[in-house]
């Protein structure tokens, strides 16, 4: 079936750099332990807004707002980008927790796009998974992706700066063109 979401997509940047580094030094058991506490503290914080992770991918975490159940679609897109500055916050204490122990630390770009997905248990009778799939999911694992180029670490799409007034805030960046979605209007939450 098809329902209005929210969703979040967060990636660690240059973590495949970091990964290929430890793994030469023999440290990869140091880099799954890093990334598993990471991953985590992000599953706390996503579970404390409300939010259910809908995969990993890696380092990557999808995380879906409004769907199993939702708690209205304007509360679902406020609660996806509380969550993503908590995310931002909960990164930076890790950070400074490995720091006093010599630890990498890393860096989060997040994508928050609101709108329609289809919704449901898709795969094989082996293996079925409960996950959403559509063009919402698409574009905020491109607004993720975008993070790097604006240098910004939440970028969210024009339905969820919508969505989210007068809650709250956000920053119009102008549109720029999404592979596959041509120009979208990106905004930054303030």
Not at 85 to 103: D, F, H, K, P, S
Not at 131 to 157: C, K, Q, Y
Request: glycine share 10%.
């Amino acid at each position: 079936r098809t329902l209005p979401v929210t969703v979040l997509f967060s990636d660690l940047k240059g973590f495949t750099a970091l990964t290929q580094q430890l793994s030469k030094e023999g440290r990869s058991t140091d880099l799954v332990q890093q990334l598993n506490t990471y991953l985590g503290a992000m599953v706390e914080v996503i579970t404390a807004h409300g939010g259910t992770v809908d995969k990993f991918i890696g380092d990557a975490v999808m995380a879906v707002f409004g769907s199993p159940r939702s708690r209205g679609v304007a509360i679902e897109a406020v609660q996806a980008v509380r969550c993503a500055l908590a995310m931002g916050e909960r990164l930076e204490q890790l950070n400074q927790q490995w720091q006093i122990n010599n630890i990498a630390p890393l860096a989060s770009g997040i994508g928050i796009a609101s709108g329609d997905a289809v919704v449901g248990q898709i795969g094989s009778p082996q293996r079925l998974d409960f996950t959403v799939i559509g063009d919402t999911v698409n574009l905020a694992s491109r607004l993720e992706s975008l993070t790097r180029v604006l240098d910004a670490p939440v970028l969210i799409n024009q339905r969820t700066a919508e969505l989210m007034q007068p809650q709250m805030g956000a920053q119009n960046l102008g549109k720029h063109s999404i592979k596959g979605m041509g120009d979208v209007a990106v905004f930054k939450p303030n």
